[in-house]
């Protein structure tokens, strides 16, 4: 009996043992050298594997940053300035710091205010639906609510808001990787810089429709009747195409295009104080006046 | 003779063929029509006229954006309202022409009789240049310019021409009924097509379930005397009447992937396409109308409308007697490749051939359940394609499988939804898996052609 | 009509599901559990109640309590399961053998893989296989059959002739116990689905009729285990029994015809198919020749559908105009 126990651990020590040279061996013979620095960079990375970069996966952007030159090319969005700060001090680069990014959703076309003109029955996806058809609403930019979006996000910083079919994004989870953007067919989400605490104005329209074509199929739409970018003092509204655009590196988060917007397209979001419309509009009345009274002395 | 069938794949779905006793009878005009520039496969037309402009019926308003396009014409007589976006059935912006409707004045030169002519004009190359003057586009669903078809690219020759009256798809009765109406100017538009891709013989292709128009079809090639044109009976099968798989039946030839029908010697045209030849040719009547099939079970006044282009969906439906509260599905075209109209006031365009009202329960798509591999998808798909696996390929869009799996020849027939067992949406999948493929394939092409163009300079 | 219905095309579907699929093969083997009733009598009912109530409200408490998705025992697959289980079993087994079978088959081999479809081994086989070597004597003890029609009884052949075999019989002495029409017709012990081979066949053509299964994979099984024992047989009739007696027992009809083709853990292909089956018949007569079970034929279908997906991956349809 014991010596059955004294050779079955005999063979099992020796066979490990044995095993585990051919291991080494093995693993000597197929040694691949690699920059230790890969490693390096690899582990400063958040390790969420997104792409959001560009690359592959984390350690696709590892190898990419220490072949590069510089950092010019090479971001991490989920990491941001921090992450880049660590990868630039491994590889001993520069780093331009970026202001952080959020994904913003374009569209304000809520079950409400946008009717539905008829019903969709085929598979629930964005991509498949816009293949063949504009959507469901007499709108043909807006958002198409079946969620490619939220499928696409890893970060779980979108859902969907079944009350305006519409979705919606948590700022604190969203890494800005630009997942959705490539998921959604129909380019209504935007990565926009994220603004002094957050605080942001946008255009919350898409469609290209002419005024009263727009505003038939939805109630909040932009119809392009350029109040907006005529009451901006910062020059950074564009009207094109029926459509207004908010450039944010020029906008100053005052509010007075979200006052005169007349269908309520532009959305300010984050802001202490709720928008007070009525002294937005006395102000700018003013400054009319006196701007009048500028041009009449003259 | 034995009836000829494609070599792969293909569905038996019951053909209900309910208007085929319906004539076909005009449309009263309507008080405004609609005409869009995009009716046509290739770039959007150009148009040439302006608001105010006063346009007769036949008269170009709109004129070809490149080679691959086409003429577009008034289909009324009237005045021009306006030009701009207006949402087609899919509820997509495209630019159209707006007409309201004064009398019916026709443009001179247009041949409005009924009489038949027989006599072939001997040029070829003027009769290629009438069919592109006359908007000539493939009516068989496609909308693909018949003079760029007609024009093969050197180095390719045409060895027969099919005339396609097959009409597979469930419902449709239009060219059944053009065939035993207008049967002697189908005849003489096959003529002229074989006429000009070099007196190839031509086979008229028609399917077994449409036994008056073959032996009307052959007592008239009879009675016309012309040579070198024969009727061929095929089976009953979804889908003969593609394009690739007529082919393969008529001449067993397969068309290779992403290839021309010319490849093989091919050319095949419709039959609705064959009566605006001979309309264009020898009556010089450009597109201006097209026969509609309007059908349904819930649909009580089935017809079949010969219908001018422009004319608003609902406006042929209203004049039917509305749509039936029953009816939860309007479809232009037919129920296996037709699309689903999502805007009635969408305008009819040349390729309608069919309105198709279905109810909820024929129609409503039941819930998707699990896989159960029983390749019936794969045995039903006539380019030999497997649905199931490009389907999960385009859900984790992996382009290169997608390629490598050829998705990009699937020629959206339907018979692989139409025959899962699990409802499970594959065609929605695959068309997009096909899209990348595609445009995975384009890019290709294009890098291609600037390298070698670079390496010329 | 509020809206109007939007999806893309085709626009109408064939009258199919997977349900009316699935009710097609139980209807084709209803002839085959008539015999097993007609010949084993009440404890055969027995065994089939117990199999398939456990199978269904076994995939139904799983569907329902463990996984929360919608229960998926309407599409009737379970019952399949349920009947080819007990088809696959004697008539003698205590029920809470049978039910420890329905446990493996739906509980294991089914559901723990995500449910209908993606299973990799025939479930019914995998709970047949478990209880072959988990309760050997409840799964080789034979009883006569005890219906109303007259019958022999004793071992499976195949168990006869192996035992046989072992005490230094001649083939030949043997197999002249049996006789086939016997064997066609059933009166033998066995599990009750080899009862009787026509009945099977019968719901077979039935199935191929209604273009439910293809009959590639059944027919490469049948002609691979004939052409396998036909060589063998030939060089020593003394060893080796004969191809007619092969194909008409241990269970060979049940599996080629029903259990190697379930569409989840069979080649979509027509080659693979084909392979499939060659694997099968061959193994098969590898394992009753040479091995140690006397049958094969579950094993055989078993050790085939783990290859399933390399024959998938294999074998392609032929495409449209490619070479």
């Given at each position: 009996m014991s010596s059955t126990i004294i050779w079955t651990i005999a063979v099992v020590t020796v066979l490990g043992l044995l095993l585990a040279l051919v291991l080494y061996l093995v693993a000597q013979k197929f040694k691949v050298e690699e920059d230790p620095r890969i490693d390096e960079v690899e582990k400063a990375m958040?390790?969420?594997?997104?792409?959001?970069?560009?690359?592959?996966g984390c350690r696709a952007f590892a190898e990419a940053a220490v072949k590069?030159?510089?950092?010019?090319?090479?971001?991490?969005p989920v990491g941001g300035n921090d992450t880049m700060a660590k990868v630039a001090a491994i590889l001993g680069y520069e780093v331009k710091a970026k202001a952080p990014m959020v994904a913003v959703v374009r569209?304000?076309?809520?079950c409400a205010v946008r009717p539905r003109v008829n019903e969709w029955g085929g598979t629930e996806s964005c991509a498949v639906k816009a293949q063949l058809y504009?959507?469901?609403?007499?709108?043909?930019?807006?958002?198409?609510?079946?969620g490619d979006c939220v499928k696409a996000c890893q970060f779980g910083a979108l859902s969907m808001n079944p009350e305006t079919g519409l979705p919606e994004v948590d700022e604190e989870k969203c890494?800005?990787?630009g997942a959705c953007v490539k998921a959604c067919p129909k380019k209504v989400i935007e990565l926009r810089p994220k603004g002094p605490r957050g605080m942001r104005v946008f255009v919350s329209c898409l469609n290209r429709d002419k005024g009263p074509v727009a505003k038939k199929a939805?109630?909040?739409?932009?119809?392009?009747?350029g109040i907006c970018a005529k009451t901006?003092?910062?020059?950074a509204i564009v009207v094109e195409g029926n459509i207004a655009y908010i450039d944010a590196s020029k906008c100053?988060?005052?509010?007075e295009c979200e006052a005169m917007c007349p269908t309520g397209a532009i959305h300010g979001v984050n802001f202490p104080k709720p928008l007070d419309k009525d002294a937005i509009k006395e102000r700018i009345k003013i400054r009319n006046q006196k701007a009048k009274e500028a041009a009449a002395n003259e | 003779m034995s009836k000829r069938t494609f070599s792969i794949g293909g569905v038996h779905p019951?053909?209900?063929?309910?208007?085929?006793?319906c004539p076909i009878c005009p449309l009263p005009l309507a008080p405004t029509v609609y005409i869009s520039?995009?009716?046509?496969?290739g770039a959007p037309s150009v148009p040439c006229v302006a608001v105010g402009d006063k346009v007769k019926v036949g008269q170009v308003i709109a004129e070809p954006g490149g080679f691959v396009s086409a003429f577009i014409h008034s289909s009324v007589s009237g005045t021009v309202k306006s030009i701009g976006p207006r949402p087609d059935l899919a509820g997509r912006p495209v630019t159209h022409i707006e007409i309201a409707v004064e009398g019916d004045e026709w443009a001179d030169g247009?041949?409005?009789?009924d009489t038949l002519v027989?006599?072939?004009?001997?040029?070829n190359k003027a009769i290629v240049e009438k069919i592109r003057l006359g908007g000539v586009?493939?009516?068989?669903?496609?909308?693909?310019p018949t003079h760029v078809k007609l024009s093969?690219?050197?180095?390719s020759k045409c060895e027969r021409v099919i005339i396609n009256g097959?009409?597979?798809?469930?419902?449709?009765?239009s060219d059944f009924r053009t065939l035993l109406e207008k049967g002697e100017q189908v005849v003489v538009g096959a003529a002229i097509l074989r006429q000009v891709m070099g007196n190839v013989p031509c086979t008229i292709a028609i399917e077994e379930n449409k036994p008056e128009a073959v032996a009307h079809i052959r007592e008239v090639i009879e009675k016309l005397g012309y040579e070198g044109i024969e009727v061929m009976e095929m089976k009953?099968?979804?889908?003969?009447?593609?394009e690739k798989q007529l082919i393969d039946a008529v001449m067993h030839r397969q068309v290779g992937s992403?290839?021309?029908p010319i490849s093989v010697g091919a050319v095949v045209q419709n039959v609705a396409t064959a009566l605006a030849v001979y309309d264009a040719v020898?009556?010089?009547?450009?597109?201006?109308d097209n026969s509609v099939t309007v059908t349904?079970?819930?649909?009580?006044?089935?017809a079949n409308l010969l219908v001018r282009v422009g004319t608003p969906l609902r406006y042929i439906l209203d004049y039917l007697g509305?749509?039936?509260?029953?009816?939860a599905k309007v479809i232009s075209?037919?129920?296996?490749m037709g699309r689903a109209v999502a805007n009635l006031d969408a305008a009819m365009v040349k390729g309608t051939g069919a309105l198709l009202l279905l109810t909820e329960a024929q129609t409503r798509r039941a819930p998707e359940s699990e896989?159960?591999?029983?390749?019936r998808c794969a045995d039903a798909c006539p380019m030999g394609l497997e649905p199931f696996l490009l389907q999960k390929l385009s859900r984790n869009s992996d382009v290169e499988a997608l390629e490598a799996n050829a998705?990009?020849?699937?020629?959206?027939?339907g018979c692989c939804l139409y025959s899962c067992p699990a409802n499970i949406p594959l065609l929605d999948w695959v068309r997009l898996g096909k899209g990348l493929a595609m445009g995975a394939i384009r890019a290709r092409a294009a890098a291609a052609k600037a390298a070698a163009e670079a390496a010329k300079k | 009509m509020e809206k109007l219905l939007v999806s893309p095309n085709p626009h109408i579907h064939a009258p199919v599901s997977t349900k009316t699929l699935m009710r097609d093969v139980i209807i084709a083997l209803i002839p085959a559990v008539i015999c097993s009733f007609v010949f084993y009598g009440w404890r055969e009912i027995l065994v089939m109640a117990v199999s398939v109530a456990s199978c269904v409200l076994l995939e139904w408490a799983i569907t329902k309590y463990?996984?929360?998705?919608?229960?998926?025992?309407g599409d009737l697959s379970a019952v399949i399961t349920g009947i080819l289980l007990a088809l696959n079993l004697?008539?003698?087994?205590p029920w809470w053998v049978v039910m420890i079978g329905a446990v493996v088959a739906i509980?294991?081999?089914?559901m723990t893989f995500g449910g209908i479809g993606q299973n990799i081994w025939n479930p019914a086989l995998v709970g047949r296989v478990f209880l072959l070597v988990s309760f050997p004597t409840y799964m080789t003890t034979w009883g006569a059959p005890q219906g109303v029609v007259d019958a022999v009884s004793g071992p499976t052949p195949l168990g006869a002739i192996q035992e046989g075999l072992m005490q230094g019989a001649s083939v030949q002495e043997l197999t002249s116990a049996f006789n086939y029409r016997d064997l066609l017709f059933a009166n033998l012990?066995?599990?009750?689905?080899?009862?009787c081979a026509l009945a099977l066949l019968a719901g077979f053509i039935y199935l191929c009729c209604r273009k439910v299964v293809k009959p590639w994979i059944t027919l490469s099984i049948f002609g691979t285990v004939a052409l396998t024992s036909l060589i063998f047989w030939g060089i020593d009739p003394a060893r080796f029994t004969d191809p007619l007696f092969n194909l008409l027992t241990g269970g060979l009809v049940l599996g080629a015809c029903f259990m190697a083709t379930d569409y989840v853990t069979s080649p979509m292909s027509l080659w693979g198919g084909v392979i499939f089956g060659v694997g099968i018949g061959f193994l098969t007569m590898m394992i009753r020749y040479?091995?140690?079970?006397?049958?094969g034929v579950s094993f055989a279908i078993l050790i085939m559908n783990s290859v399933v997906p390399l024959l998938n991956m294999w074998f392609h349809q032929k495409k449209f105009g490619r070479k």
């Open positions: 958040p390790g969420a594997n997104c792409g959001g970069c560009g690359f592959a590069a030159p510089n950092l010019d090319n090479n971001y991490c569209c304000n076309g809520t504009a959507g469901d609403t007499g709108c043909a930019y807006g958002c198409l609510g079946c890494t800005a990787c939805c109630a909040s739409a932009c119809i392009g009747c901006c003092t910062h020059d100053k988060l005052c509010r | 019951h053909d209900s063929k309910i208007s085929r006793g520039v995009a009716q046509h496969i247009i041949d409005t009789t027989t006599e072939i004009p001997s040029d586009v493939g009516l068989g669903g496609a909308t693909f093969p690219p050197p180095g097959c009409e597979c798809e469930p419902y449709l009765t009953m099968m979804y889908p003969q009447g593609g992403g290839a021309l020898q009556k010089n009547k450009p597109i201006v349904g079970e819930c649909f009580p006044n089935q509305g749509i039936p509260a029953d009816a075209g037919g129920p296996m896989c159960i591999r029983c390749g998705a990009h020849d699937c020629i959206e027939c | 463990m996984l929360r998705k919608p229960s998926t025992i004697p008539y003698t087994t509980g294991v081999a089914k012990g066995g599990s009750a689905g080899e009862a040479f091995g140690s079970y006397p049958e």
